[in-house]
Protein backbone atom coordinates (compact mmCIF):
# COMPACT_ATOMS: atom_id res chain seq x y z
CA UNK A 1 0.00 0.00 0.00
CA UNK A 2 2.92 2.93 1.36
CA UNK A 3 4.61 2.16 -2.66
CA UNK A 4 0.85 2.71 -3.93
CA UNK A 5 0.42 6.01 -2.08
CA UNK A 6 4.53 6.72 -2.77
CA UNK A 7 3.31 6.42 -6.56
CA UNK A 8 0.22 9.22 -6.35
CA UNK A 9 2.90 12.00 -4.53
CA UNK A 10 4.42 14.82 -6.39
CA UNK A 11 5.39 18.30 -5.41
CA UNK A 12 2.82 19.50 -7.74
CA UNK A 13 -0.08 17.89 -6.20
CA UNK A 14 0.71 18.49 -3.36
CA UNK A 15 0.88 22.28 -3.33
CA UNK A 16 -2.39 21.76 -5.41
CA UNK A 17 -3.64 20.04 -2.28
CA UNK A 18 -2.72 22.73 -0.22
CA UNK A 19 -3.99 25.53 -2.36
CA UNK A 20 -7.06 24.10 -2.62
CA UNK A 21 -8.01 22.82 0.44
CA UNK A 22 -6.04 24.11 2.84
CA UNK A 23 -8.57 25.90 4.66
CA UNK A 24 -10.94 23.65 5.09
CA UNK A 25 -8.41 21.10 7.02
CA UNK A 26 -7.44 23.85 8.95
CA UNK A 27 -3.77 24.92 10.31
CA UNK A 28 -2.80 22.20 12.32
CA UNK A 29 -3.05 19.66 9.30
CA UNK A 30 -1.30 22.22 6.34
CA UNK A 31 1.41 23.12 9.24
CA UNK A 32 2.04 19.75 9.88
CA UNK A 33 1.94 18.86 5.77
CA UNK A 34 4.60 22.10 5.75
CA UNK A 35 6.77 20.48 8.40
CA UNK A 36 7.19 17.10 7.02
CA UNK A 37 7.43 18.90 3.34
CA UNK A 38 10.25 21.12 4.78
CA UNK A 39 11.61 18.07 6.17
CA UNK A 40 12.06 16.37 3.28
CA UNK A 41 13.54 19.19 1.42
CA UNK A 42 16.34 19.57 3.86
CA UNK A 43 19.47 18.31 2.79
CA UNK A 44 20.27 16.75 6.09
CA UNK A 45 17.34 14.56 6.03
CA UNK A 46 18.36 10.83 5.44
CA UNK A 47 16.73 8.61 2.71
CA UNK A 48 14.77 6.92 5.37
CA UNK A 49 12.76 9.81 6.73
CA UNK A 50 11.76 11.10 2.90
CA UNK A 51 10.05 7.82 2.49
CA UNK A 52 8.41 7.96 5.92
CA UNK A 53 7.39 11.75 4.93
CA UNK A 54 6.67 10.60 1.17
CA UNK A 55 4.71 8.30 2.36
CA UNK A 56 2.53 10.84 4.99
CA UNK A 57 2.40 13.42 2.42
CA UNK A 58 0.99 10.43 -0.03
CA UNK A 59 -1.78 10.19 1.94
CA UNK A 60 -2.69 13.31 2.35
CA UNK A 61 -3.23 14.03 -1.06
CA UNK A 62 -4.42 11.13 -1.63
CA UNK A 63 -8.74 11.03 -2.41
CA UNK A 64 -8.87 7.62 -0.77
CA UNK A 65 -8.69 8.27 2.82
CA UNK A 66 -10.20 6.35 6.06
CA UNK A 67 -12.61 9.02 6.67
CA UNK A 68 -13.17 11.01 3.17
CA UNK A 69 -12.35 14.61 3.12
CA UNK A 70 -15.42 15.98 2.21
CA UNK A 71 -17.19 14.64 5.77
CA UNK A 72 -17.55 17.69 8.05
CA UNK A 73 -15.67 18.01 10.67
CA UNK A 74 -13.69 15.18 10.61
CA UNK A 75 -12.72 14.86 7.06
CA UNK A 76 -9.23 15.77 8.02
CA UNK A 77 -8.44 13.99 11.02
CA UNK A 78 -7.04 10.66 9.42
CA UNK A 79 -4.64 13.08 7.23
CA UNK A 80 -3.59 15.00 10.90
CA UNK A 81 -3.53 11.24 12.37
CA UNK A 82 -0.88 9.86 9.41
CA UNK A 83 0.73 13.37 8.94
CA UNK A 84 1.29 13.58 13.43
CA UNK A 85 2.40 9.73 12.92
CA UNK A 86 4.81 10.50 10.63
CA UNK A 87 5.96 13.75 12.63
CA UNK A 88 6.90 12.02 15.53
CA UNK A 89 8.87 9.40 13.39
CA UNK A 90 10.78 11.82 12.01
CA UNK A 91 10.65 14.69 14.72
CA UNK A 92 14.73 14.32 15.24
CA UNK A 93 15.16 16.19 11.81
CA UNK A 94 12.72 19.09 12.41
CA UNK A 95 15.09 22.09 12.89
CA UNK A 96 14.40 25.33 13.47
CA UNK A 97 15.14 26.43 10.18
CA UNK A 98 12.04 23.93 9.16
CA UNK A 99 9.20 25.55 11.76
CA UNK A 100 10.30 28.86 10.20
CA UNK A 101 10.06 28.06 6.65
CA UNK A 102 6.45 26.51 7.94
CA UNK A 103 5.32 29.00 9.73
CA UNK A 104 6.31 31.64 7.35
CA UNK A 105 4.47 29.71 4.70
CA UNK A 106 1.46 28.96 7.33
CA UNK A 107 1.13 32.83 8.13
CA UNK A 108 0.96 33.74 4.01
CA UNK A 109 -2.26 31.50 4.15
CA UNK A 110 -4.29 31.74 7.40
CA UNK A 111 -2.46 35.33 8.93
CA UNK A 112 0.57 35.88 11.35
CA UNK A 113 -2.04 34.76 14.66
CA UNK A 114 -2.22 31.21 12.90
CA UNK A 115 1.05 30.19 14.72
CA UNK A 116 -0.83 30.60 17.88
CA UNK A 117 -3.29 27.71 16.64
CA UNK A 118 0.04 25.22 16.08
CA UNK A 119 2.26 25.65 18.94
CA UNK A 120 0.83 22.18 20.39
CA UNK A 121 2.68 20.43 17.39
CA UNK A 122 5.92 22.55 18.33
CA UNK A 123 5.86 21.63 21.89
CA UNK A 124 5.23 17.70 20.56
CA UNK A 125 8.11 17.72 18.38
CA UNK A 126 9.88 19.97 19.26
CA UNK A 127 14.02 18.61 20.65
Known amino acids: MAENLSDQYSEESFWEKIKKFGKKAGSKVVYSALLLFYCMKDGNAPVWTKTVIIGALAYFISPIDAIPDLVPIVGYTDDLGALVAAL ?40
Open 88 to 127: GTVAAYINDDIRQKAKAKLADWFGPDSQDDVADIDDKFSK
